[in-house]
């Protein structure tokens, strides 16, 4: 009994793990007692204590891996901690709770990022009318034929020149322009009671969008169709003035605006931009065809074709010379024929003018208005207005 007494059992030693989390070596250094230590577990203690504790508890907030999402071994040994990128937040928890909440469409449903129909329709306006870039997914031809369709919109530019070829064969063919403009009437008002229909029904509206949807804009999925204005334009330029101007008119809403949106198109990104759309680029196209456009017209059709029986009441107002103003010619005392040049001189002057105005008119934005009705319109009474100061 004493012999037990004197000699005690020993206590059961503490058995320290081989990789001590921070808390056991908290534990540890409160006891005053260190198990054997490598040289190479000594470096990373002392380069782990330069650093914030480690926290030992994962956050389910937090975005782990498959490799962190492994059970852990029994000797909790610390788990490898990624160091953070410059992409990756500090703090999840702080980074995610100042994320604003994407904002919501007009009709108050969820919004993925990206462009929807329902985002982008955001009410009727005049800009309604005009023809700017619009986004694609309104009307389903257009998500099929990106290219074809969409971007360089060949079946709507195909119509377009071939009311041009039209034009030309109606004048060839001795039509005046009174005959012309009762029928482009007769158009415009069912086309027009078409649009209102479909805006007052969405069901006929995505009909007809199926049915007419390659010769369209996107924005004339809400907006007014460009047929509407292409024949009002027309109207006003065949009606109002002298019947060589109404045929040009027309002509350079064919082939002039279809010139500079296609050039435009392919190469105006490398061209300076003279406003929102409309490049150098497309200016010269428009510039261009408007010339070649005079010249064919007065110098090769209108020669060869007429005149007709019907000229005598609406005659041209191009008869091949130009003369400076009365007041001009006596202010530097030149005659008549000193002042005034006909044939292939003046056939020139006018085309280079002709190929000016239609190059402006296809540029000048007037409250945002369509170009099928602002050309014709511009251009004729630019035309007009230089034949009545030197015709």
């Not at 081989?18 to 070596?25: M, V």
């Not at 019907?310 to 005659?315: E, T």
Request: glycine share 10%; hydrophobic share 40%; proline share 7%.
């Amino acid at each position: 009994m004493s012999r037990s007494s004197s000699n005690p059992i020993p206590a059961t030693p503490r058995v320290i793990s081989p990789s001590p989390t921070p808390s056991d070596a908290r534990e540890a250094l409160q006891d005053g007692y260190l198990g054997p230590m490598t040289r190479s577990a000594r470096k990373k203690q002392s380069q782990s204590a330069s650093h914030a504790s480690i926290n030992e508890d994962l956050d389910e907030d937090e975005e782990i891996g498959d490799e962190l999402r492994r059970a852990r071994s029994k000797s909790r040994s610390p788990i490898r901690v990624r160091k953070p990128t410059g992409l990756t937040p500090v703090n999840a928890k702080a980074s995610n709770s100042t994320l604003k909440p994407s904002p919501k469409p007009p009709g108050g449903k969820e919004t993925n990022g990206h462009l929807s129909p329902a985002s982008a329709s955001t009410g009727w306006s005049w800009r309604d009318i005009s023809r700017s870039p619009s986004p694609l997914g309104l009307i389903p031809i257009h998500r099929h034929w990106r290219s074809f369709v969409h971007r360089h919109e060949v079946p709507r530019k195909m119509l377009h020149v071939s009311i041009g070829f039209f034009v030309i064969w109606a004048y060839v063919h001795g039509l005046q322009t009174s005959q012309i403009t009762p029928y482009l009437m007769g158009a415009f008002i069912p086309i027009a009671t078409v649009d209102y229909i479909r805006f007052t029904y969405p069901s006929f509206n995505r009909l007809y969008v199926r049915v007419c949807g390659a010769l369209m804009r996107e924005t004339e999925y809400e907006g007014w169709n460009g047929v509407i204005w292409y024949l009002l334009g027309a109207w006003i330029v065949l009606t109002f003035f002298p019947k060589d101007i109404g045929v040009m008119g027309v002509l350079l809403l064919s082939w002039c605006d279809t010139a500079a949106s296609t050039v435009g198109r392919l190469y105006g990104r490398y061209t300076p931009r003279i406003r929102s759309g409309k490049s150098v680029a497309g200016s010269l196209a428009a510039l261009v065809v408007g010339v070649v456009t005079a010249v064919g017209f007065w110098g090769y059709i209108a020669p060869r074709y007429g005149p007709f029986v019907n000229d005598i009441d609406q005659p041209f107002m191009f008869t091949g010379a130009l003369a400076l103003p009365e007041a001009i010619r006596d202010l530097f005392g030149l005659t008549a024929a000193q002042a005034s040049i006909s044939g292939g001189l003046a056939l020139a002057v006018m085309s280079l003018w002709t190929g000016f105005v239609a190059s402006a008119s296809e540029v000048i934005d007037m409250f945002g208005w369509d170009d099928n009705l602002t050309i014709p319109a511009l251009s004729g009474l630019g035309m007009w207005g230089f034949l009545k100061v030197f015709g």
